[in-house]
């Protein structure tokens, strides 16, 4: 009895001890979890950036599947095929033939944070998509069908059909009045309203319409938002100090495919607010620029604030959430030492 009670004690101590590191492992994931989300989204020092309507084609971010890929496409041996029930091919010089618009378009990184630099504003010479879909599309019953867009470098995404044939979609040729660069796409890339960039593939090989409502994509399988709108957003790209003791604060604003309707700053970390000026343009599916100027009663150090509301009176969400899968929310803070 003796040996079967020491066992038994044993094993009871066992259980506390594996209960204990249970408790005190969870405990410890959820302060580890706390203090990387507070890392992640706490105030930071302004990055003094320059705000710029359009972003220049070498600063524009790139983000590939492969970083390695180095594509070697001859213009005139490039081929996109559109594959419907009416399949076809163009080449670049008939691309280049067709009727064209130049088009305002901002392009964000799903995995971009509140304030982060993974978006850019370009003018972008581009054919509209839809008149291609028509003609592949023939008599085909347009009820669950999404557009496939094949790359050069082995990446693919899908949207429903309605996307892709929405006015604001477009197959792109030239970045800010120059040939796409081979790093943005060349020969051509899909402009789509309003998704984050990881739905629109760069050297685009074929595009293709298939009946199967829930096609998934590279990012889509591996656990990323299929749907995936942009969340709205706004951020703080300087505060600079002027000679009467007056601060410029400015910084961009983007609503995805809706246009911005108004941008707020706040200079006591979002007790109050005051609305700003906005400086550029206002367009769907591209930022705008803003700016405002602010006069801080002491020195100190203050922390900024900005959010955004679109052309309809929808504000972003002000709650913060990480990126994956569907895009971070929450206000971008920044840090002035005056």
Same mark, same amino acid.
């Given at each position: 009895? *003796? +040996?079967?009670?020491? #066992?038994?004690?044993?094993?009871?101590?066992?259980? $506390?001890? !594996?209960? =204990?590191?249970?408790?005190?492992?969870?405990?410890?994931?959820?302060?580890?979890?706390?203090?990387?989300?507070?890392?992640?989204?706490?105030?930071?020092?302004?990055?003094?950036?320059?705000?710029?309507?359009?972003?220049?084609?070498?600063?524009?971010?790139?983000?590939?599947?492969?970083?390695?890929?180095?594509?070697?496409?001859?213009?005139?041996?490039?081929?996109?095929?559109?594959?419907?029930?009416?399949?076809?091919?163009?080449?670049?010089?008939?691309?280049?033939k067709?009727?064209?618009?130049?088009?305002?378009?901002?392009?964000?990184?799903?995995?971009?944070?509140p304030?982060?630099?993974?978006?850019?504003?370009?003018?972008w010479?581009?054919? *509209? +998509?839809?008149?291609? #879909?028509?003609?592949?599309?023939?008599?085909?019953? $347009?009820? !669950?069908? =999404?557009?496939?867009?094949?790359?050069?470098?082995?990446?693919?995404?899908?949207?429903?059909?309605?996307?892709?044939?929405?006015?604001?979609?477009?197959?792109?040729?030239?970045?800010?009045?120059?040939?796409?660069?081979?790093?943005?796409?060349?020969?051509?890339?899909?402009?789509?309203?309003g998704?984050?960039?990881?739905k629109?593939?760069?050297?685009?090989?074929?595009?293709?319409?298939?009946?199967?409502?829930?096609f998934?994509?590279?990012?889509?399988?591996?656990?990323?938002?299929?749907?995936?709108?942009?969340?709205?957003?706004?951020?703080?790209?300087?505060?600079?100090?002027?000679?009467?003791?007056?601060?410029?604060?400015?910084?961009?604003?983007?609503?995805?495919?809706?246009?911005?309707?108004?941008?707020?700053?706040?200079?006591?970390?979002?007790?109050t607010?005051?609305?700003?000026?906005?400086?550029?343009?206002?367009?769907?599916?591209?930022?705008?620029?803003?700016?405002?100027?602010?006069?801080?009663?002491?020195?100190?150090?203050?922390?900024?604030?900005?959010?955004?509301?679109?052309?309809?009176?929808?504000?972003?969400?002000?709650?913060?959430?990480?990126?994956?899968?569907?895009?971070?929310?929450g206000?971008?803070?920044?840090?002035?030492?005056v």
């Amino acid at each position: 009895m *003796a +040996l079967f009670d020491s #066992l038994n004690q044993i094993t009871e101590e066992r259980r $506390r001890t !594996n209960r =204990r590191r249970f408790l005190f492992g969870g405990i410890a994931a959820v302060i580890g979890y706390a203090g990387f989300r507070w890392w992640r989204f706490r105030a930071r020092p302004v990055a003094n950036r320059q705000t710029k309507y359009l972003t220049t084609n070498q600063d524009f971010y790139t983000v590939s599947i492969d970083e390695g890929f180095r594509p070697t496409i001859r213009p005139e041996e490039w081929r996109m095929e559109v594959v419907g029930q009416n399949s076809f091919a163009l080449s670049y010089d008939e691309l280049l033939k067709l009727p064209s618009s130049e088009v305002h378009k901002t392009f964000i990184c799903v995995g971009n944070e509140p304030g982060g630099p993974a978006m850019g504003n370009a003018v972008w010479t581009a054919t *509209a +998509l839809a008149p291609m #879909l028509e003609k592949a599309l023939g008599t085909m019953s $347009r009820e !669950n069908l =999404r557009v496939v867009f094949h790359a050069a470098d082995g990446f693919y995404s899908s949207v429903p059909l309605e996307l892709a044939m929405n006015s604001l979609s477009w197959i792109a040729y030239k970045m800010n009045g120059e040939a796409l660069p081979l790093k943005h796409g060349f020969p051509a890339r899909v402009l789509l309203p309003g998704i984050y960039g990881m739905k629109q593939p760069r050297w685009l090989s074929r595009i293709e319409i298939v009946k199967s409502p829930w096609f998934k994509g590279h990012w889509e399988t591996r656990g990323y938002c299929d749907e995936c709108k942009i969340k709205m957003t706004a951020r703080i790209d300087s505060a600079r100090p002027q000679k009467d003791g007056s601060w410029i604060v400015t910084g961009i604003a983007l609503c995805g495919a809706e246009t911005v309707g108004n941008v707020e700053v706040s200079f006591d970390d979002g007790t109050t607010w005051q609305t700003a000026t906005i400086t550029s343009e206002q367009l769907p599916d591209a930022w705008v620029t803003w700016q405002i100027t602010w006069k801080p009663a002491n020195k100190g150090e203050y922390v900024l604030a900005t959010r955004v509301t679109d052309a309809k009176g929808n504000r972003q969400i002000e709650r913060n959430s990480t990126s994956f899968p569907s895009g971070s929310t929450g206000l971008h803070r920044a840090i002035v030492a005056v």
